[in-house]
């Protein structure tokens, strides 16, 4: 019962902050508040912008480890899956500079599908047929994608092009919330889609029902026909080509080239979004947001020209934000009861 209450005041309150924002938003960018310097580094569409694209990759990265433990494989990797989505997507479009570049671009984001998911069947053998402590498997994928990036990288490979804002018509003239939601590049839409998407297959489908009863209670979800490790190889591998997804979106939209290590910790942060969430898409979705606008904040902050707070000190923000967020919801939230637990049929054991 606390905990439901706990819960009930946490949602009202991060609707309360949300339509906040939204009006402060409005009223910074619409009036004469546009002249405080320091309410437009707080609220201005730029500041916004600036938080939904650092959000896009956190988001995906959230509900990749939503996917993974809500089926009972934990997924610490959620990093790795990303950087190896993120190079993979760059040796494609790298590959295909010479074809049209709406094709070479759906080409990248394909591959990096197509790694990240790759790399969560990995995660998945490793942890359900060999029966690896699935923090140390976690720990082998980060390992395996940064060595690997690192020394296949071409430092002199250039990827040409990105994926640019689409307009959609009529919403895009909404005054200040157009300018942030509606004129985005692809894969930013897909990412909002995704969370009502995976929010609807979870609490809604047969196969949501299925996934979350066999990370809870596996032995009754066996003992009614549900093929307990079919359902983790299967969620674990959808897991890792979001995050596949996350890391191409770093290379197909966000930057447009690749550097080594630039998840740079996203697959983390994607963790504690994840927990801060509850293991809930919608509530991982606002986490996101919270430590994308703390990102948000300290790039605003060094363009402003904020010289009284340390440089470095700025650029520790989102994870300072990360680390007491998480902290202090641990007790309060309670994961999949079968996380981390391998699952053996009675024929197997």
């Known amino acids: 019962m606390g905990n439901q209450r706990f819960w009930r005041t ?14 402060m938003a409005v009223l910074v960018n619409t009036t004469e508040l546009r002249n ?163 929010h609807v297959a979870l609490f809604y489908t047969r196969w949501g029902l299925r996934t979350r009863a066999v990370g809870e209670h596996p032995r009754a979800a066996d003992t009614v026909g549900i093929n307990v490790n079919w359902y983790r190889y299967l969620n674990t591998m959808f897991g890792g080509m979001l995050a596949g997804l996350g890391g191409g979106f770093l290379v197909l939209e966000a930057v447009g080239q690749f550097q080594e290590g630039m998840t740079a910790g996203r697959g983390f942060i994607s963790l504690a979004a994840m927990i801060f969430g509850n293991w809930n898409p919608f509530g991982a979705l606002g986490a996101s947001l919270l430590f994308g606008y703390t990102q948000a904040l300290q790039n605003e902050l060094l363009l402003a020209g904020v010289t009284t707070v ?10 300072i934000v990360t680390i007491v967020a998480v902290s202090g919801f641990v007790g309060r939230v309670r994961p999949p009861a079968a996380e981390g637990q391998v699952y053996e049929t009675e024929g197997t054991r």
């Not at 946490?10 to 009006?23: E, K, P, T």
């Not at 070479?104 to 394909?110: D, P």
């Open 10 to 23: 946490s949602a009202l309150l991060s609707i309360g902050v949300a339509l906040f924002l939204v009006i």
């Open 36 to 198: 405080y310097t320091w309410l437009r580094v707080l609220f201005g569409v730029s500041a916004l912008n600036f938080t939904l694209r650092a959000s896009v990759p956190l988001v995906l990265g959230a509900l990749s480890g939503i996917l993974c433990e809500r089926s009972g494989i934990i997924n610490i990797g959620i990093e790795g899956m990303m950087l190896a989505g993120a190079f993979a997507a760059f040796v494609a479009k790298v590959a295909t500079n010479h074809w049209p570049l709406a094709s070479s671009l759906v080409f990248g984001v394909a591959i990096a599908l197509l790694v990240g998911g790759l790399m969560g069947l990995l995660h998945a053998t490793l942890s359900i047929r060999f029966r690896m402590d699935q923090i140390i498997s976690g720990t082998v994928l980060i390992i395996l994608a940064t060595g690997f990036s690192s020394y296949l990288f071409d430092r002199n490979a250039v990827a040409q092009g990105k994926f640019s804002a689409i307009g959609i018509p009529l919403l895009m003239d909404i005054p200040v919330v157009g300018r942030i939601l509606f004129n985005n590049p692809p894969i930013t839409y897909l990412m909002i889609l995704l969370v009502i998407v995976v």
């Open 310 to 319: 340390p440089r470095q000190f700025i650029s520790m923000l989102p994870y």
